[in-house]
């Protein structure tokens, strides 16, 4: 594995969460795989989970890790091609990535959409430049349209408890006071529409993601019609991908509680945090035991480990 | 041990400090104690002294260390319980204290005072919910009301150089510029308490630290008295306890000079740093022979290995 | 080695790049001999290259690293003496690079110029007072009017790919929006000045680099003239020395473009980066096959390596 950004550059799903569960069991039988590797962890971007978890996944591999919050010990960088650099921008991503990529064997990389200019966030602009001038394996630790190695976690977190073969599984769109990416929710959408599961996504009018990722899902505006049965629910805001970037409606009734939580089959409640308490989810469901956050967030070590595994495996065939 | 918070977290407080001192003579001794273990570091306000002795130590026991400001590098938390997170908080402590929980063994954690509202500092509202919500071992980085590592560290000290089984120690209050918090000062007298020492407090009118602290200590107005025949003077500033977190005094005459070591038994002069040179402390005193502020920061080390070598055991045991 | 500040720290500078290019090819080799031994990476402004090369080299010499942005993780200190600190500034550098030197057996340390006060900057007051207090190794990570294990990599660069015994280097000037130090300039001159190359300096008039630095170079104001035969141009903007840390041109026909290259020996381009692209450099030659840029970041390491390693074996004989 060179790349990890999205499902599609995945071969075989089902061995990358077996590889993960595994993990799970035993965290430290790959200590020697990352001996003298370094992965860098870049961000552009405020992080908590996903630095914390990588960083984890990292050393249980055996692996140096350093860590950059680019965006606060560093500097601007320049992400647009051609341009005189005369201004307040430091450094090109060419150069900064391609430094990077000196120091590390693997890269892990945030940057989140800029909600603006839709089609150079859908394009991973900046994502795909940062890879393309690294030279080296690269993580994506959340693109502009995509967290895959959330939506790993969450699938782990699904199979791991899962009652059924074939659960129903209900991403729903949940109130916010900002206007959030798609990328979670595209990007779970995403690995729902690659595993065999009843897959249903339900948001207010104006809030459809992006068809590519849609994909085969049934959509409905009707949230207790989409709840209904449910086996797990996703909870999480996002902003229009039409209207785009932009909040529509406060979301008035889109909250998920134990009221709402009796039309489904007691079902699991995901979130990938963090979340606003009283606002997307009521205290009651977050603190009650229907709730998987906590599994959600520690699975991240497991599927960032799964992930930097396969790509240490692909550096020794080098 | 599960959390160190307070001297009252220790049953035996001269075992500690065994420990520690034992551990300066031969720190790498239990470098296979901490293999796999990861130690979480979260700072809610800066650190130097704290954030690098206790990595230091931690790394000398063989852990893995995360260091996370989660002031600087992550988000606003809320902290109170049952609000619709609708404001410029992003996460609920409860999430963001049990994510963590699942990425480290042992967590330290320092979260400041507000010096706004007593009863809730004096209640260690937020470190309390820290400890019951990330379900580890916590060492405190220093909370609203104590900094226990650095009173170890002190005590420490202490042991290492008195020349009398029963030491006079005097603590005495200092001017600065700003309003400070009691948590250095109370926690200094805690576990000055705990020990069989001839223990003074002096501090202009106003400034008496809360009776659960001042226990069996001597208290005076004048400082002239305190300090004569002193062993160890430690200098500190804090603001009043009595009327909440104001600045009463510019404190002239109160730093500690030369002139006011005459007074002394040649006292060892302490301070748990960042001192204000000029303002508590005279130049020629930190630049003097009877400055340990350097032996106090050195032992900081210690205390933390001393402290998390016993949760690491603790942790063994389950 | 207890210094690397300058190329005067260096009794036989063959010798270390020899090193250097030994590590850069075995990078494991001397990986017991940093076991135990902490490394302090302590900034006083933002670092890219120099926090990740200097962290990677130490990890693989096995020692500890702990980076402190003090800059933004800390708080401003104080680097005057006698003072009344009754102030904005929170620690003296005294206390502050005391309290390290307990904490780590070598300590690199950054901080730059004012640009307001040449004598205090030429001085190397603050660096100078950081080596003093802190009593343990200090390797320079940039300093008021140095970058050593810049200049290191660079000529690391040089001996690597020059095709003579003795290249022509040149050192240009070239246009900038801000103010710079004078330190990557200062630092190459003053190791392009030990190694026996033809080394030449040009600028437009008025930024004539101090006299101890220019030592035996040409200097020419005419770039076209310096850049003839050259086997290798080494890119950089600074501030004026003379009117001191003023912008003086906007430096019109100064940057270093393929049109420029065509009157060197197809030298190879060097930066020390950050640069600004379409200003300093064009475009097409930072993306061209002359371009060094990526060589000299990658050199940094086994540069930093280098150094560490004669610090370590310092350490050893004590």
Not at 184 to 194: D, I, K, L, P
Not at 229 to 241: E, M, R, T
Request: with cysteine; net charge negative.
């Amino acid at each position: 594995m060179k790349i990890f950004s999205s499902v599609n550059d995945v071969a075989d799903v089902q061995k990358l969460v077996s590889q993960a569960i595994s993990l799970k069991k035993k965290p430290f039988v790959d200590e020697q795989l990352g001996k003298h590797k370094t992965l860098g962890l870049i961000f552009l971007n405020p992080s908590l989970r996903t630095r914390l978890s990588t960083q984890k996944a990292a050393m249980n591999l055996g692996m140096q890790v350093i860590v950059m919050n680019l965006d606060k010990e560093g500097w601007a960088l320049e992400t647009r091609d051609g341009v005189i650099m005369n201004g307040s921008t430091v450094e090109h991503i060419r150069e900064a990535a391609g430094v990077m990529g000196q120091y590390c064997d693997i890269i892990g990389f945030r940057s989140f959409p800029s909600l603006v200019n839709r089609d150079e966030d859908y394009a991973e602009t900046i994502f795909n430049k940062f890879v393309k001038f690294s030279g080296v394996p690269v993580v994506s630790l959340e693109s502009a349209t995509r967290h895959p190695l959330q939506s790993l976690a969450d699938l782990i977190t699904i199979e791991e408890l899962k009652k059924t073969a074939k659960p129903r599984v209900v991403l729903t769109w949940a109130p916010h006071v900002k206007p959030l990416p798609q990328a979670v929710a595209n990007s779970f959408a995403e690995w729902m529409n690659r595993a065999d599961y009843d897959f249903v996504i339900t948001h207010p009018q104006g809030y459809d993601l992006a068809p590519e990722f849609v994909g085969d899902a049934i959509v409905t505006n009707n949230q207790d019609e989409a709840l209904a049965g449910a086996d797990f629910v996703y909870v999480k805001n996002w902003s229009s991908y039409n209207d785009y970037g932009k909040v529509l409606t406060d979301g008035e009734g889109w909250a998920i509680t134990n009221e709402k939580l009796k039309l489904t089959n007691n079902a699991g409640v995901m979130h990938c945090l963090p979340v606003r308490r009283g606002l997307e989810l009521s205290h009651e469901v977050l603190d009650g035991p229907n709730s998987l956050v906590l599994n959600q967030a520690n699975n991240r070590v497991w599927a960032a480990q799964a992930v930097l595994k396969n790509m240490l495996e692909g550096l020794s065939l080098t």
